[in-house]
């Protein structure tokens, strides 16, 4: 119940294109999603987090859309660049004691961007 | 703002010795949280601290240790160390590890343990 499924493992977009990236979840308590941008060598950044009191929400060029009766939300790249080549983590978090500063990591997604 | 420091950045051990590790948040942050990052595993919760104290702890066995600061800098402690300890570890600091949960991660240090 706690784990998040991301997919595909891996992806590889010609530049210009839309990167999606897709997560589930069982967790009903889930309530803060936020994507992480991860290059090799560095830690993860947060790229964008939503809550499920909405149904997408838009940074620029990346969008998260969120779909909570179907337990998913997805991470769309729009006009995908060489730039956004990096792995992408999906992750999960629910408030209460028991659950402060955790967050639920999806599996990963490697996405490749071809100039 | 400076953003949140490790240290070391690499660490070479050996099985049976222990390391510490330490990680400094983002200034006025009070929440610090640690992860592993394996291939296999992906990123898993050791624990969080928040205002010198545990607040939550995953599924690690009791050699995975930690601690907080009155500084909010945070260091974790692996004794007895096992082939398989070998990770990037990540220490991510939040405001007050409120709902929002909102982290930025360091950069991590690579231990190696041959």
């Known amino acids: 119940q706690q784990q998040v499924k991301q997919s595909p493992q891996s992806l590889i977009v010609q530049k210009g294109g839309i990167s999606i990236i897709n997560c589930a979840y069982e967790?009903?308590?889930?309530?803060?999603f936020p994507w992480y941008q991860q290059f090799p060598g560095k830690g993860p950044a947060l790229l964008i987090a939503i809550r499920p009191d909405v149904s997408e929400k838009k940074e620029g060029r990346f969008t998260i859309s969120f779909n909570k009766s179907a337990k998913q939300f997805s991470l769309h790249i729009m006009d995908s660049q060489p730039g956004d080549s990096a792995t992408y983590f999906c992750?999960?978090?629910?408030?209460?004691?028991?659950?402060?500063?955790?967050?639920?990591f999806g599996q990963g997604t490697t996405l490749q961007v071809k100039p | 703002k400076a953003g949140v420091t490790q240290t070391p950045r690499y660490l070479i051990k050996t099985r049976g010795q222990q390391v510490t590790l330490s990680c400094s948040p983002i200034s006025g942050h009070r929440s610090v949280s640690w992860y592993q990052q394996t291939p296999g595993q992906g990123l898993q919760f050791l624990f969080e601290y928040f205002s010198e104290t545990q607040r939550n702890k995953g599924n690690f066995p009791g050699r995975f240790s930690g601690r907080q600061f009155s500084n909010s800098r945070s260091e974790m402690n692996v004794s007895t160390l096992e082939l398989g300890d070998s990770a990037l570890y990540l220490c991510?600091?939040?405001?007050?590890?409120?709902?929002?949960?909102?982290?930025?991660f360091g950069p991590g240090t690579r231990l190696t343990v041959l």
């Open positions: 992750a999960a978090s629910s408030h209460g004691s028991s659950n402060t500063g955790k967050l639920i």
């Open positions: 991510a600091s939040s405001h007050a590890g409120n709902q929002n949960n909102e982290q930025f």
């Open positions: 967790n009903t308590a889930f309530d803060y």
